[in-house]
């Protein structure tokens, strides 16, 4: 897929759900029983695209689902946020890159999360693996540690989600956070002067790990980033077209397939 020329960044949000995913199983409620395709919202992913690279932010259960949806026919790497399941339980379906790269995956992770992996993923990372297996290249980051990639500086933020620690991400004007609940004042420093923030909101009510819609704006009111979008999203959020209108200048919900080009 060329969905991007020169050295321009394009994101493509490939999923803006909460763990559950949206709809979820068995709901009748009025967001889960939505027309609207705003309102379909597979689990929290994205795929940054610059030159002839695409690079996935996560690989959660819907990961074939959103690779085939978004038309990638070659991925050169995975940053990973976390390890909880909504964000990696989609390990396996690297398989047809490592078919088309000939090579293994790219995966850029905590030692923390790494070890996760190899738990959850035991097969994988078997001294002697069956043929055809998903293959790992890890490649280790950690805060405070800015990474490169194909030409592109990559600077780690931590953020706090309950009890864990969490990675995002900031490329030049972009940020991408998702699953935070807390930012400490030092990496709040790193997403000043932004152009575009993706931040997790998951829904209006309180909640022990992760932003409500008040914290989300407020934290957009501190960092003032041009343009935020919404993600992570609960069905209780409401309606995209509902809460849409209800959101200040500048801020939105994120939908899946959102295309940003900066
Ligand atoms: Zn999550
Ligand atoms: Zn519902
Ligand atoms: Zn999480």
């Known amino acids: 897929m060329t969905i991007n020329s020169g050295n321009n960044l394009t994101i493509t949000i490939l999923g803006t759900g909460t763990s559950h995913g949206v709809p979820i199983v068995g709901c009748k409620c009025d967001v889960c029983t939505?027309?609207?395709?705003?309102?379909?919202?597979?689990?929290?992913?994205?795929?940054?695209?610059?030159?002839?690279?695409?690079?996935?932010?996560?690989?959660?259960?819907?990961?074939?689902?959103?690779?085939?949806?978004?038309?990638?026919?070659?991925?050169?790497?995975?940053?990973?946020?976390?390890?909880?399941?909504?964000?990696?339980?989609?390990?396996?379906?690297?398989?047809p890159f490592n078919f088309i790269s000939k090579a293994p995956m790219n995966i850029y992770a905590t030692l923390a999360v790494q070890s996760e992996f190899r738990q959850r993923f035991s097969y994988v990372f078997d001294n002697d693996p069956y043929p055809g297996a998903p293959r790992v290249n890890f490649k280790s980051i950690q805060k405070d540690q800015n990474i490169f990639i194909r030409g592109r500086e990559i600077i780690p933020v931590e953020v706090t989600h309950g009890n864990i620690a969490v990675l995002g991400f900031r490329i030049g004007k972009f940020a991408y956070i998702t699953d935070a609940k807390f930012i400490a004042h030092e990496e709040l420093r790193k997403l000043e002067g932004l152009d575009v923030l993706i931040i997790n909101t998951l829904h209006h009510h309180e909640h022990f790990a992760h932003l409500n819609v008040n914290e989300a704006l407020e934290l957009i009111t501190l960092l003032r980033p041009q343009k935020a979008y919404l993600t992570h999203i609960s069905h209780k959020m409401g309606k995209h077209s509902d809460v849409s209108k209800t959101l200040p200048d500048g801020v939105e919900l994120a939908y899946d397939g959102l295309q940003i080009n900066l």
């Not at 929290?44 to 259960?61: K, M, Q, R």
């Not at 038309?71 to 989609?90: C, K, P, S």
């Open 34 to 95: 939505s027309d609207d395709i705003k309102d379909k919202r597979t689990r929290t992913s994205a795929l940054l695209s610059w030159d002839e690279t695409n690079i996935a932010i996560d690989i959660g259960p819907d990961f074939r689902q959103q690779m085939l949806r978004a038309q990638v026919d070659h991925l050169e790497g995975i940053l990973i946020t976390h390890e909880h399941n909504d964000h990696v339980i989609g390990l396996d379906e690297i398989r």
